[in-house]
């Protein structure tokens, strides 16, 4: 099963009040965390993302985990990194989200994530649009490990 939210799902339903994920700022139980992936998923629909888009998260929270969730329910490909460095040429990304804007990328397409975004996401309706990956072939994330020279 490559549809991540279904295990948030099954969760939800047993115990729907336990703890799922925290970090220091934020706590959300598992009713919580499905709640927020599917006003997440309205939320980056609304911004244009789609199934087959290519989106690099660049968050140092709880965020990274939620969004992945959210864009493999979408269908769309991620990319995790922990610098702001411009990226292989063999990628290129269709969004970037990130706590602030990379000089290398496009600033239509960079959402900033902060405190505000976590509220207008919070005001979304819930999608019920989440289908996930349907091809097994699709790379669902891409790691990029940054060497030093």
């Known amino acids: 099963m490559r549809n991540a939210l279904r295990y948030v799902q099954f969760w939800a339903k047993i115990s729907s009040s336990q703890l799922a994920v925290a970090d220091e700022r934020y706590s959300f139980t598992y009713r919580e ?4 992936v599917r006003q ?3 939320f980056f629909k609304e911004s244009g993302i789609k199934s087959g888009d290519l989106v690099v998260l660049n968050l140092n929270s709880v965020f990274n985990f939620i969004f992945s969730l959210t864009f493999n329910a979408m269908g769309v490909k991620t990319v995790v990194r922990s610098t702001q460095n411009a990226l292989p040429a ?3 990304p269709d969004f970037f989200l990130s706590s602030t804007q990379p000089l290398w990328f496009s600033k239509e397409r ?12 919070s005001k979304s309706k819930e999608s019920d649009f989440l289908k996930g990956f349907r091809d097994e072939s699709i790379p669902i994330m891409v790691w990029c490990i940054v060497t030093g020279k």
């Open 90 to 92: 063999a990628l290129d």
């Open 33 to 36: 965390l499905e709640t927020l």
């Open 110 to 121: 960079t959402i900033l994530f902060d405190d505000g975004l976590v509220k207008k996401i």
């Open 40 to 42: 997440s998923a309205s």
